[in-house]
């Protein structure tokens, strides 16, 4: 038997890799065929996975918004921001930022969980910078955080940050960076 060179490591690194990728994406489908969530995305005519999400209050009354993960076809949890109804400058608001993990995902309770929000001009944050022991909810079911501020004057303010979290399944764990934005009327 011959000594394997490293040319030969490489072929056969790169082909175990390969066999792992398509086992974990479990892809049964035809040649031709949208096979990642983002192509699958993108065939239905849907938003780029690249395009980062906004919530906003729906002056229709419905004042929750789901935000899907980054990839429109992402089925592995979903987003929830709340802005309060009612701020008025001077006065500290309320917005509720929430991820929902889908069956069979469920919450990891183990990853450091955390989400910083940076404030627009003239809002300040009780605490631009959560963990896991700010969370006002944190189970396998769900990740809950309070995002309070306070405005000095009335206008749209426009918050950003990055939510960081984990969804698991019997298989596998996902962590995920979630790019998060929001947009909040004060009177």
Same mark, same amino acid.
């Given at each position: 038997?011959? %000594?394997? +060179?490293?040319?030969?490591?490489?072929?056969?690194?790169?082909?175990?890799?390969?066999?792992?990728?398509?086992?974990?994406?479990?892809?049964?489908?035809?040649?031709?065929?949208?096979?990642?969530?983002?192509?699958?995305?993108?065939? %239905?005519? !849907? !938003?780029?996975?690249?395009? %980062?999400?906004?919530?906003?209050? *729906?002056?229709?009354? *419905?004042?929750?918004?789901?935000?899907?993960?980054?990839?429109?076809?992402?089925?592995?949890?979903?987003?929830?921001?709340?802005?309060?109804?009612?701020?008025? %400058?001077?006065?500290?608001?309320?917005?509720?930022?929430?991820?929902?993990?889908?069956?069979?995902?469920?919450?990891?309770? *183990?990853?450091?969980? +955390?989400?910083?929000?940076?404030?627009?001009?003239?809002?300040?944050?009780?605490? +631009?910078? !959560?963990?896991?022991?700010?969370?006002?909810?944190?189970?396998?079911?769900?990740?809950?955080?309070?995002?309070?501020?306070?405005?000095?004057?009335?206008?749209?303010?426009?918050?950003?940050?990055?939510?960081?979290? &984990?969804?698991? !399944?019997?298989? &596998?764990?996902?962590?995920?960076?979630?790019?998060?934005?929001?947009?909040?009327?004060?009177?």
């Amino acid at each position: 038997m011959r %000594a394997m +060179s490293v040319l030969d490591l490489r072929v056969l690194a790169s082909a175990a890799l390969a066999l792992a990728l398509v086992a974990c994406t479990g892809d049964k489908g035809a040649p031709g065929e949208p096979r990642t969530p983002a192509e699958k995305g993108a065939a %239905a005519g !849907q !938003q780029s996975p690249d395009a %980062a999400p906004v919530a906003q209050a *729906d002056p229709g009354g *419905d004042k929750v918004k789901t935000i899907p993960g980054k990839d429109p076809a992402d089925d592995r949890f979903t987003l929830n921001i709340e802005p309060p109804a009612d701020v008025k %400058a001077g006065a500290e608001g309320l917005v509720k930022v929430t991820v929902l993990p889908k069956a069979p995902w469920h919450m990891n309770l *183990d990853f450091p969980t +955390s989400l910083k929000v940076e404030p627009p001009k003239g809002v300040t944050v009780t605490k +631009s910078e !959560q963990h896991k022991e700010d969370a006002v909810k944190l189970d396998e079911n769900s990740a809950e955080f309070g995002v309070a501020f306070t405005a000095t004057e009335p206008g749209e303010k426009t918050f950003v940050g990055k939510f960081n979290f &984990a969804v698991c !399944q019997e298989e &596998a764990c996902a962590p995920v960076s979630e790019d998060v934005e929001f947009r909040v009327a004060v009177k």
